[in-house]
């Protein structure tokens, strides 16, 4: 079945430093790549996502280019603050796994930027 | 536009205890999905509505979850009887088209079983 691995948490981060977060898949087909953040107290927000191979997804910063190759979807962002402290959760649809519409996630990445 | 709305935000019940989560989708939203996450460990999809009907029930643990979305507007999701395991945060998440549209999410329940 499909499966989502990220990297393990957590992250902590001095404001204005460079952030990747990695993110690598198995699945059949031709999934779609998403990342979802969840800010303290919050639901789940998409942050960005990427539905065929080359894509970059970028939003607020973020970017994520769809690698086929490496089964990859890195988070990357320049310049963290403070405000980005929040889960990363990387996710797919549309793989081998049940129907088109359900989404698998990866294990979350907790990230704190210290100011 | 309300966003997914859910309630309780948190739950703390003894084993045994019968719960039951809410979940009110966006309005207008036909697809509905159940997901948990337990121990701090990855999100699980447990099941997707389609109006009132039950598209995919593939990730329901076993029979003591009962999901239900009467008249295709707001959904539940009942525990009964709670064990120990069953602790984590039920998130619920409802999108327009299905297929691969963007789903939203609510902020989730926290359920707690001692």
């Known amino acids: 079945g499909d499966s989502v691995t990220q990297m393990e948490g957590p992250v902590t981060l001095s404001e204005e430093a460079f952030l990747t977060i990695n993110c690598t898949y198995t699945?059949?087909?031709?999934?779609?790549l998403f990342w979802y953040v969840q800010y303290p107290g919050e639901g789940l927000q998409l942050l960005l996502k990427?539905?065929?191979?080359?894509d970059k997804g970028s939003n607020k910063g973020f970017e994520a280019t769809y690698r086929k190759e490496t089964t990859s979807f890195h988070l990357e962002k320049g310049s963290v603050q403070v405000s980005d402290s929040a889960v990363y959760f990387c996710a797919l649809s549309g793989g081998s796994s049940g129907s088109a519409r359900q989404l698998t996630f990866g294990s979350g990445t907790q990230l704190t930027v210290l100011p | 536009e309300a966003g997914v709305t859910q309630f309780p935000s948190h739950s703390v019940i003894e084993k045994g205890q019968t719960v039951t989560l809410r979940c009110d989708p966006i309005s207008g939203h036909d697809n509905l999905y159940w997901y948990r996450r337990v121990m701090g460990k990855e999100i699980k999809f447990l099941l997707h509505f389609v109006k009132e009907s039950k598209q995919d029930e593939s990730g329901m643990p076993n029979n003591r979850f009962l999901a239900e979305r009467t008249g295709g507007t707001y959904s539940t999701l009942k525990v009964q009887p709670a064990e120990l395991e069953d602790s984590g945060v039920y998130f619920c998440?409802?999108?327009?088209?299905?297929?691969?549209?963007?789903?939203?999410f609510g902020a989730g329940t926290r359920l707690s079983v001692l």
């Open positions: 699945a059949t087909g031709y999934p779609s």
């Open positions: 990427a539905t065929k191979a080359d």
């Open positions: 998440a409802s999108s327009q088209d299905g297929g691969r549209d963007i789903q939203y």
